[in-house]
């Protein structure tokens, strides 16, 4: 009779990464740039993203289940940045409220939710978390009571210590990450200035690209099917967009997208599904609509700041 192998097998990790936003870019933005706002700088949040994973990936091996994204927003209507973050795999955004003194409300206890949520449904078996507070003491004890490992990844601090003594006791492991490693995804904000007088329109801006007259589509057979929709009326549509998201999403909101012209893609064809509402019928046909589109929303958003066409100094 053979003798069963009683030889315990390893078993792979399965980890998830938990990371306080306002924890990390506020030591971030310390250290790297002496910054105490965070519109004082941009953040490259998709490649810190990648890094991060990439760092865990080093450390803990096994398999990421996903990042969870704590953040804060005014009446917790995401920003540009946030629903772009939003977009990306394996990472789920969670928001807390932003009040009126720029003070994040609950995003703590998202954190202490999930922390503990996670170890007591055995969905994984260590976590790293991007924190500081003390805060999260109770929530750690009672994951690791569950058997989870905590992995407590801290900021450079430019002197003294930027977490919670207790936190870091509490921790299984410690990990710094130093000033070099974040610094590439950190970088002082632009600040918009207003032109001087006459300010240059948004077909001045665009005079560079090529200007294609909306005309008639032809099928393969020569015969007219249908005109294209009339430059007016397209321009007039994106600055109805900008007016309803400058009053639904609030003009800081608003104000990341500049100097533009450039939109990132998520809010970009966003824009787009909002013109084909307002005008009842597709846009994607015609090339140059959406130039115009742009155009019109664009006019709108430097009336609303007063500037010029995506002026800038650094």
Same mark, same amino acid.
């Given at each position: 009779m053979a003798i069963p !192998?009683?030889?315990?097998?390893?078993?792979a990790a399965k980890y998830a990464i938990l990371v306080d936003v306002g924890y990390l870019y506020a030591a971030a933005g310390e250290v790297l740039?002496?910054?105490r706002e965070r519109k004082e700088y941009r953040v490259a949040a998709d490649e810190l993203i990648q890094?991060?994973?990439?760092?865990?990936?080093e450390r803990i091996p096994g398999e990421l289940l996903r990042i969870y994204w704590y953040d804060a927003a005014r009446d917790r209507v995401p920003t540009v940045?946030? +629903?772009v973050i939003a977009q990306l795999p394996w990472v789920k955004v969670r928001l807390g409220n932003l009040n009126a003194r720029g003070q994040q409300k609950g995003v703590d206890a998202q954190i202490r939710s999930d922390l503990e949520a996670l170890a007591r449904h055995h969905a994984v078996s260590d976590t790293v978390l991007i924190a500081g507070d003390e805060d999260m003491v109770p929530a750690v004890e009672a994951a690791q009571a569950y058997g989870v490992r905590i992995h407590l990844w801290g900021v450079e601090p430019p002197y003294g210590t930027n977490?919670?003594?207790?936190?870091?006791?509490e921790s299984d492991t410690v990990e710094e990450l130093g000033a070099d490693v974040l610094r590439p995804y950190f970088s002082r904000a632009a600040q918009v200035v207003p032109a001087v007088p006459p300010a240059p329109s948004p077909a001045q801006v665009f005079a560079g690209r090529t200007q294609v007259t909306a005309k008639p589509v032809m099928k393969? *057979?020569?015969? =007219? *099917?249908?005109?294209?929709?009339?430059?007016?009326?397209?321009?007039?549509?994106?600055?109805h967009v900008a007016q309803k998201?400058?009053?639904? +999403? $609030?003009?800081?909101? @608003?104000?990341?997208?500049?100097?533009?012209?450039?939109?990132?893609? =998520? @809010?970009? *064809?966003e824009l787009l599904i909002e013109a084909e509402k307002e005008l009842g019928h597709s846009l994607r046909p015609y090339p140059e609509a959406r130039v115009w589109l742009r155009? $019109?929303?664009?006019?709108? =958003?430097?009336?609303?700041? !007063?500037?010029? =066409?995506g002026i800038s100094t650094k």
């Open positions: !192998d009683l030889t315990p097998h390893p078993v740039l002496s910054a890094a991060l994973k990439k760092h865990a990936m940045d946030q +629903r977490q919670a003594e207790r936190l870091v006791w393969q *057979t020569g015969q =007219v *099917t249908k005109l294209g929709p009339s430059r007016p009326r397209v321009e007039e549509v994106g600055e998201w400058i009053l639904t +999403r $609030g003009r800081d909101n @608003i104000r990341d997208l500049l100097p533009g012209p450039l939109l990132p893609t =998520v @809010i970009d *064809t155009d $019109g929303f664009w006019a709108r =958003v430097y009336r609303e700041f !007063d500037l010029g =066409v």
